[in-house]
């Protein structure tokens, strides 16, 4: 039976161990370990969904065909990768088996960084889905792949719709990397940031929760 190997590369650096541009990228470059992306996939899909089962199912018929290869994602196989959901979901029937191992996300960075208590509650969801919250969690929120200033711009107005336009956030870029940065700004701040990237994410506290 054909297997796929899916591993994390954790949430920065080399240390802490899809896509080229994750910054553990290097560390593999630099053992001379040899790879192929799907960043084009990227580039050219008309939505994400279709992109993210196109990409499992490719990754299935390659393993029909190598017999064995392993998937590496950013951070933890089994925090917000769809892509994993979906081989984990398509495999069954196939002769391909589906080895998933877990790995470290910047979930738990965040947990140190911040003082969060996830037993607690949390609320994880990629900003893309942002449409998906109907109503304000009563617990934690974090929003996540905030990576551009558009996807900022709707993800500040899907909130502002739930929070206050000044209501405190916390913006989170390069978590566990050299220049890291956590600060707090007020949510309608949130699509002026100027290093808006792949590697932005935000903490939200609950409504309920007042600050010390």
Not at 53 to 79: F, H, M, Q, W
Not at 129 to 151: C, F, K, W
């Amino acid at each position: 039976m054909a297997k796929i190997t899916v591993l994390g590369l954790g949430p920065g650096h080399a240390g802490l161990m899809r896509t080229k541009i994750h910054p553990t990228v290097a560390a593999l470059d630099a053992a001379g370990i040899k790879y192929t992306t799907y960043d084009g996939y990227y580039e050219e899909a008309a939505d994400f969904e279709k992109l993210y089962r196109s990409i499992a199912e490719d990754l299935l018929k390659k393993a029909a065909d190598l017999g064995e290869l392993v998937y590496v994602v950013p951070g933890s196989p089994l925090v917000a990768e769809r892509t994993v959901v979906l081989l984990r979901d398509l495999s069954p029937g196939t002769e391909v088996e589906v080895d998933i191992r877990p790995g470290m996300s910047f979930v738990e960075v965040m947990y140190t960084r911040l003082g969060i208590d996830p037993v607690e509650g949390l609320t994880i969801l990629d900003a893309l889905d942002i449409e998906t919250l109907n109503e304000t969690p009563a617990q934690s929120l974090i929003i996540t792949q905030v990576y551009s200033q558009p996807i900022a711009s709707e993800a500040k107005l899907a909130l502002m719709d739930l929070y206050p336009d000044e209501y405190e956030i916390t913006y989170i870029h390069n978590l566990a990397m050299e220049d890291e940065s956590i600060r707090r700004i007020p949510l309608y701040e949130l699509d002026r940031q100027p290093d808006l990237d792949h590697l932005t994410s935000l903490y939200i506290r609950p409504l309920a929760a007042k600050k010390g």
